[in-house]
């Protein structure tokens, strides 16, 4: 099995146990991410029992490791498969009805690009990596090496459609790129890749930006593992 391959299985079996503690405590680092997805999400999972929170998470998990469940060849739970569809069926209907627009915190007076750059430098630091220089404007790149690879974190300030956006991606120590758009959401597969806030102003610039700062951290702390080719996921 090539590199990339035998790490996004260790990343699905890391994202397993990280998916669970994240239930059985009440989702803390989800709800640091304030915004509709997640407050959706929490929302959802207020409604069903402890049963069908463990298919949805395990149905939703295998949205963003589609390669794992592949190569794993696990059967799809019909059941599993009815709550994913439902869940998704209700982000929509919400979005139809109105609701979406509600579930967006309040951000008061909005921040330029230069006051959001330099809150993020403030509260971010060195706890990334280092800082790199990025050749795309508008982009903020920490570079975090380990033994094995590294894992890269990009931060976009005021980018398309969003005021701050971020994604993380894992490299090999030859420069060779594993896994892109990593992040505390898509893990749980939330999202699809890159967390992105709208808007960002006075109101919820440092809740954004330590969610941030903390989904990161999080995925740095086991990346050593991940990246070690006979490494044993664990958080």
């Given amino acids: 099995m090539p590199v990339s391959g035998s790490f996004k299985l260790r990343l699905f079996h890391w994202a397993e146990i990280y998916a669970r503690k994240q239930l059985e405590s009440g989702f803390p680092l989800v709800r640091q991410f304030d915004q509709p997805v997640t407050r959706l999400f929490l929302k959802h999972m207020a409604s069903l029992d402890d049963r069908q929170k463990r298919l949805l998470m395990r149905g939703l998990l295998g949205r963003f490791h589609c390669y794992a469940v592949e190569v794993l060849h696990e059967p799809a739970d019909p059941e599993q498969v009815q709550l994913v569809e439902r869940y998704l069926e209700r982000g929509t209907l919400a979005f139809t009805t109105g609701e979406w627009r509600d579930l967006y915190p309040a951000v008061g007076n909005r921040l330029t690009s230069w006051q959001l750059r330099e809150r993020a430098l403030s509260v971010l630091g060195e706890t990334l990596g280092v800082r790199t220089k990025c050749d795309v404007p508008g982009f903020l790149h920490f570079d ?89 996921p664990s958080i």
Wanted: proline fraction near 2%.
């Fill in 144 to 232: 975090a090496p380990m033994a094995t690879g590294s894992v890269r974190t990009l931060i976009c300030i005021h980018g398309r459609g969003a005021d701050l956006a971020y994604f993380q991606e894992v490299w090999e120590a030859d420069e060779s790129r594993i896994k892109t758009c990593i992040s505390a959401l898509s893990l749980l597969g939330l999202t699809g890749g890159a967390v992105d806030w709208r808007e960002v102003g006075e109101a919820n610039v440092d809740r954004a930006l330590q969610a941030l700062r903390n989904g990161c951290v999080e995925f740095l702390s086991g990346a050593p593992s991940l990246l070690a080719e006979s490494g044993v």
